[in-house]
């Protein structure tokens, strides 16, 4: 059995995510679950308050469908 470290394995890994996805690709972790089709109206109202926050402050909104 082999060990390893996880601070070299986690490079490693994402050495390799970056070599193999595009630059406007949307990584799994950020990418959206669901459409929003069923989405409750009050979460559609606090995701839009979120996102013009984020857009307020300067920084990236969460991805998300709404």
Do not use: F, Q
């Not at 059995?1 to 995510?17: D, F």
């Not at 669901?34 to 307020?56: F, H, M, T, V």
């Amino acid at each position: 059995m082999k060990t390893l470290e996880l601070t070299g394995y986690l490079a490693g890994v994402n050495a390799r995510k970056a070599m193999l996805a595009p630059d406007d690709a949307v990584l799994a972790g950020e990418s959206c679950r669901n459409g929003g089709g069923r989405r409750a109206a009050g979460k559609r109202s606090a995701l839009k308050r979120a996102d013009a926050r984020a857009k307020a402050a300067g920084v990236p909104p969460v991805i998300s469908n709404y």
